[in-house]
């Protein structure tokens, strides 16, 4: 598929709406054409590789999510999101260690930034994996620093910093 190069954010939105458009039509494989024309310019590769490993996790097609999301962030480090995304589709597949890693990574970038939107969601996500990996006292300490009354979507639902709290006093009981 041959596409215009986009000459402002207003152009790559419609082609990403697009994508979306595709998608929801069942036109994958023309969903993923697109894509794979914005990686292929160095200006839209990040944008292409988000939407194609969205258009992969739509199609729960994992592992190839996986592949786009770390080439993602290979390029470097710029937007908290990538290592959050990345890291929730390490969890839903198992890597555990890695997305702890993953979140730990867009704390660190949040905090750097002063942008608190997803350090403190990874910060949840980061306190429920160092459960699951018994380390009570480091989920305690990073839901410690979590803005109070923050509530977040968690694989076992919706819950606030201090019913995860709670969860982790509860467990080291």
């Known amino acids: ?15 990403l709406k697009t994508i979306e458009a595709l998608v929801t039509s ?27 490993a969205d258009v992969y996790a739509s199609l729960r097609q994992r592992d190839l999510q996986i592949v786009d999301l770390e080439r993602l962030v290979a390029l470097g480090d ?5 290592r959050f995304h990345l890291g929730i589709a390490q969890w839903r597949d198992g890597r555990i260690e890695d997305a702890a890693l993953s979140f730990l990574r867009a704390v660190e970038m949040g905090e750097a930034a002063g942008f608190g939107y997803y ?15 018994g380390k009570k006292d480091e989920a305690l300490a990073h839901c410690r620093l979590v803005a109070a009354g923050y509530e977040c979507y ?14 982790v006093v509860g467990r080291t009981s």
Do not use: F, Y
Request: charged share 20%; net charge negative.
């Open 78 to 82: 710029w937007e908290p999101a990538d």
């Open 154 to 167: 968690l694989p076992s639902g919706v819950r606030t910093k201090e019913q995860l709290m709670v969860e």
């Open 119 to 133: 350090t403190d969601a990874s910060r949840m996500h980061l306190a429920v994996i160092l459960i699951e990996l």
């Open 26 to 52: 069942s036109d994958t494989p023309a969903a993923l054409a697109l894509c794979q024309a914005l990686i292929n310019h160095e200006v839209t590769q990040r944008a292409g590789l988000r939407a194609r």
């Open 1 to 15: 598929m041959v596409m215009a190069l986009p000459t402002s954010e207003e152009d790559l939105n419609t082609i």
